[in-house]
C-alpha cells in the first residue's frame, strides 16, 4: 500500500574491510520480575530495548533500560508505572535511538543525552500527573552507549555497578528516612526498621514539576549494572546482591537468584531487577 512518509536517509561511514567470521559484541541483559509473596498484584514495570550491528558498517551496542515501581490504590500504581515508562521509551527513541540507528549527525540543536533522558521523565512526570489522578511511580532509566552509562533517577528504585570485585550504588533514594539519614536524625540501621521506610519525597506524577537527578558512568571492561526496586533491596543485604552479581554465571542467572533470594526472605513487595553487562 502506497505511503506519503518518506524512508529516512541514512548516512553510513566508510566501508571496512569484512571479517571472516562476526563476533556479537552486543550487551547481555537478564530480566526477572515476580509479584512477590505478600501482594496481590505487580505494579513494577520494566523495559528493555537493546540493539547491535555486526558487519561492515558495526555500531557500537546501545542498550535502554527503564524501571518503574508505582504507587496508589485503586490500580493507580500499576497504571502510572506502565504509563511513565512507555512515555519515556518513545521520547527516547526519538531522541536517541532513531538518530543512533540512521547514523544522523548531531547538531547544536540536538541536546546532551543527559538533558534527553531529563526531559523524557519530565514527559512522563506530565502525563502520570495529568492522567492518572493519584497515582505515581519510581523511575530510573538507563542508557548504555558503548562504554557509557547515562541514568536518569527519580524515587526509591535503584542502579548499582558490580566492577572490580565491589559493588557500588549509584543512584540517591528520594526517600524520608534516606533524608533523615543525612541529617544525622536517625541511623542507618534504624531506618531499616523505619515506618516512614516508604514514604517518598520525590516520585513522577506527584506535582507539576520535578527535579530528576542525572549520572554518567564510565564502565569497565568488565562489569554488571544492576537496576531494582525496593523490594529486592529491601529484601536483600548488598553483600548478597554482591555474592549473586559475583557468582552467577549469566546475567539471567543472577536475576532469577535474585528474585528467588528476596522471596526466601519474605516478599514483602514485588520484586524486579535487570543485570547488564558486556
Given amino acids: ?32 520480575s515476580d509479584v512477590g509473596h505478600v501482594r496481590d498484584h505487580n505494579e513494577d514495570v520494566l523495559l528493555t530495548l537493546e540493539t547491535s550491528q555486526l558487519g561492515d558498517q558495526a555500531i ?40 543512533y540507528l540512521f547514523n544522523e549527525a548531531r547538531d547544536a540543536s540536538q541536546p546532551p543525552l543527559s538533558e534527553a533522558l531529563v526531559s523524557a521523565v519530565e514527559a512522563a512526570n506530565k502525563a502520570v500527573h495529568d492522567q492518572v489522578p493519584g497515582g505515581g511511580t519510581t523511575l530510573t532509566c538507563a542508557l548504555i552507549l558503548g562504554r557509557r552509562a ?50 517518598l ?32 533491596w529491601g529484601m536483600v543485604s548488598e553483600d548478597q546482591l554482591a555474592q549473586v552479581l559475583r557468582s552467577a554465571a549469566t546475567p539471567q542467572e543472577a536475576c532469577d537468584q535474585l528474585i528467588e533470594t528476596a522471596n526466601a526472605a519474605g516478599g514483602q513487595d514485588n520484586i524486579t531487577a535487570v543485570v547488564v553487562e558486556p
Wanted: hydrophobic share 40%; with cysteine.
Fill in 150 to 199: 547515562y541514568l536518569a533517577h527519580v524515587g526509591d528504585s535503584r542502579a548499582y555497578l558490580w566492577t572490580d570485585n565491589r559493588l557500588r550504588q549509584i543512584t540517591k533514594d528520594h526517600s524520608l528516612v534516606d533524608r533523615l539519614v543525612e541529617l544525622g536524625q536517625i541511623s542507618s540501621g534504624e531506618a531499616q526498621s523505619h515506618p516512614q521506610r516508604n514514604v
Fill in 60 to 99: 557500537e551496542p546501545l542498550g535502554l533500560f527503564v524501571l518503574a515501581d508505582g504507587m496508589g490504590g485503586h490500580q493507580a500504581g500499576e497504571i502510572a508505572s506502565a504509563l511513565a515508562v512507555r512515555v519515556v521509551a518513545y521520547h527516547l527513541t526519538n531522541a536517541i535511538l532513531r538518530p
Fill in 201 to 232: 519525597y520525590r516520585a513522577v506524577g506527584q506535582g507539576e514539576a520535578l527535579e530528576v537527578d542525572t549520572y554518567m558512568e564510565p564502565l569497565p571492561d568488565r562489569y554488571r549494572l544492576l537496576l531494582c526496586c525496593d523490594g529486592l
Fill in 1 to 32: 500500500m502506497p505511503t506519503n512518509n518518506p524512508a529516512p536517509t541514512i548516512q553510513l561511514g566508510p566501508s571496512q574491510p569484512a571479517a571472516r567470521h562476526s563476533i556479537s559484541t552486543g550487551l547481555k541483559v537478564g530480566r526477572a
